[in-house]
């Protein structure tokens, strides 16, 4: 018989993990509500073109969008720091794939912390939209 195994719970040298949820619902009806205070405030005019380039799909973009954002603050412990919603872009690549830029404050903490690389990965589906995000940094 095989005994139980400890298992480290905690991220491997180097690498930090993110992960959030958001409402479909929520972002349509701040919105609805809100109109561009709202948009303007969280996405840069690049995420807010896309998001707008699919007819219906609006919600559900930048629902998963939002997500992202709050994974990477979740990932880089950025929730203390001050840092702007539009300061972590999510960018979209001509093979459909996302990628993490980071601007200002956050590109500045994330270069104390050594970070080199971002990956991201966003769904919806339903009411639900989620992003999980790991970084990796040097281990000087």
């Known amino acids: ?24 619902s929520g972002i349509a009806e701040s919105i609805r509500v809100f109109g561009r205070r709202f948009t303007d405030r969280l996405f840069t005019p690049q995420e807010l073109d896309y998001a707008l380039a699919a007819s219906g799909l609006c919600a559900e973009r930048l629902a998963a969008r939002f997500a992202a954002k709050e994974a990477v603050i979740k990932a880089l412990q950025l ?37 080199q690389r971002i990956l991201v990965s966003l769904s919806h589906d339903g009411d639900c939209a989620g992003a999980v995000v790991q970084t990796f940094q040097n281990q000087e």
């Open 1 to 24: 018989m095989s005994t139980p195994t400890d298992f480290e719970c905690s991220s491997p040298a180097g690498a930090r993990l993110g992960f959030d949820l958001a409402r479909i």
């Open 79 to 115: 929730s203390e720091a001050g840092v702007a919603f539009r300061d972590i872009e999510v960018v979209k690549q001509a093979d459909g794939s996302c990628t993490i830029a980071l601007h200002g404050k956050a590109r500045r903490i994330a270069d104390g912390l050594g970070v």
